[in-house]
């Protein structure tokens, strides 16, 4: 098992051995449980969902869920792709210490702040137009879109104005810094996306770098 789901408690720094400043991460990683587990056989393909966060209240279906499993309602459920399912069992609790370790490089996934409807210079990194010399109140304006006759339309894709954030964003080859697996808490070298309290995904790196 390589995933972990956690929540982003926000940013502090660590001093290593030379005493220099290390922006790091805190996230409260797991404990999870397993909710389900999927075989070959019967559904295709192997894998186990994992669950985070008991909840107090759930509708009637997640309650007929959990109860299959015997497991508690929880409030966040996510799958798994696993080599071998058997290896797992219904309602067995993992924690961070067993998905990850100090030294090792993880990929962080979450949902990236909102900023609501954005223009081109803040969303695309534009300059803006001239400040003088017969340009009116059109500074932040993203200028003409035209494409002529020919092709006669916009293409898509254009770069324009609208919602900015908000999305799934992942970053790769976070190095893992401290796993305190008593606490279940993790900490990660470098920003996470999203707000504090967001729900993230961590998972070990696909992309190895050194």
């Known amino acids: 098992?390589?995933?972990?789901?956690?929540?982003?408690?926000?940013?502090?720094?660590?001093?290593?051995?030379?005493?220099?400043?290390?922006?790091?991460?805190?996230?409260?990683?797991?404990?999870?449980?397993?909710?389900?587990?999927?075989?070959?056989?019967?559904?295709?393909?192997?894998?186990?969902?994992?669950?985070?966060?008991?909840?107090?209240?759930?509708?009637?279906?997640?309650?007929?869920?959990?109860?299959?499993?015997?497991?508690?309602?929880?409030?966040?459920?996510?799958?798994v792709r696993v080599d071998d399912p058997d290896e797992y069992t219904i309602g067995q609790e993992i924690g961070i210490g067993d998905v990850l370790e100090a030294g090792q490089r993880a990929d962080a996934t979450g949902i990236s702040k909102g900023k609501g409807f954005a223009g081109v210079m803040k969303r695309h990194g534009f300059k803006g137009q001239g400040a003088s010399h017969g340009v009116h109140k059109v500074h932040r304006a993203p200028g003409a879109i035209g494409a002529c006759a020919t092709p006669g339309r916009v293409f898509r894709g254009k770069r324009m104005p609208g919602r900015m954030g908000g999305e799934q964003t992942t970053i790769l080859n976070l190095e893992v810094v401290s796993v305190d697996a008593e606490r279940n808490v993790l900490l990660l070298k470098g920003a996470i996306p999203g707000p504090k309290g967001s729900v993230v995904l961590i998972r070990e790196a696909v992309k190895q770098r050194a």
């Open 1 to 79: 098992m390589n995933m972990i789901i956690g929540e982003k408690l926000g940013m502090t720094q660590v001093f290593d051995d030379e005493n220099r400043a290390i922006p790091v991460t805190a996230i409260k990683a797991g404990p999870i449980r397993v909710s389900q587990i999927k075989r070959p056989e019967k559904d295709g393909y192997a894998a186990i969902q994992i669950a985070y966060k008991e909840m107090a209240a759930a509708n009637r279906a997640q309650t007929g869920h959990f109860a299959k499993a015997g497991v508690n309602p929880h409030r966040h459920v996510v799958e």
